[in-house]
């Protein structure tokens, strides 16, 4: 074990959620913005989408729940949020940067429109995930330092078994998306490779 990793293990951080019996997966703000190479917001993370893809096709063939997120603008230009983040301009909910990517489009799952980060944060997923019986969200999407931490915070808030999947994620920088993945797992929720996901999904069918 590495010193870092052993310093936090010690220090009583780095538990183990485990996986639970009911999963539903909850796919963030695959959107558009972060796909297109003429979006300021374009992040160079195509491989998290072909992650994604094969998760939502797993889940829905094991009858596993499946919600898509994507995040729109609505607030004042003068506001908080977009005074730190004035790239929230591009996610009005007329602009096309907005829209999810075209390869979720056919996809006959539920989609939940977010204001925030978190997933979780002014919506009904946390009722609506009770509703469903669900003790653990899997957690997939963009951006690792952003709307997955707030999620994965707001998913262990609400008192599920969060689920952030490695390969499923992703950021517009490495030593983000990394740093992130580590304090998520020793923090808010735990972290797995999407194989083992996979494999835990296609045993509900």
Request: glycine share 6%.
């Amino acid at each position: 074990m590495r010193a870092r990793e052993a310093d936090y293990q010690g220090a009583g951080f780095a538990g183990s959620l485990g996986l639970g019996a009911r999963p539903a997966l909850v796919v963030v703000d695959l959107m558009v913005a972060y796909f297109d190479p003429n979006s300021p917001m374009y992040a160079r993370v195509e491989q998290v989408l072909d992650t994604c893809l094969r998760l939502i096709d797993v889940a829905t063939a094991s009858s596993v729940p499946v919600i898509l997120t994507r995040q729109t603008f609505e607030g004042p230009e003068d506001g908080i949020y977009v005074r730190k983040i004035p790239a929230l301009k591009l996610l009005r909910p007329s602009s096309p940067f907005a829209e999810l990517h075209p390869q979720l489009r056919n996809k006959h799952v539920e989609v939940l429109v977010k204001h925030f980060p978190s997933a979780f944060h002014h919506t009904n997923l946390a009722e609506r995930l009770r509703q469903l019986q669900v003790d653990t969200p899997v957690i997939v999407g963009l951006t690792t330092s952003g709307c997955i931490r707030a999620t994965a915070m707001d998913c262990l808030l609400h008192e599920f078994r969060g689920v952030v999947v490695r390969d499923g994620v992703g950021d517009r920088d490495v030593a983000a998306h990394e740093a992130n993945l580590f304090d998520i797992n020793n923090k808010l929720a735990d972290v797995a490779d999407s194989t083992s996901i996979v494999e835990w999904l296609a045993r509900h069918r």
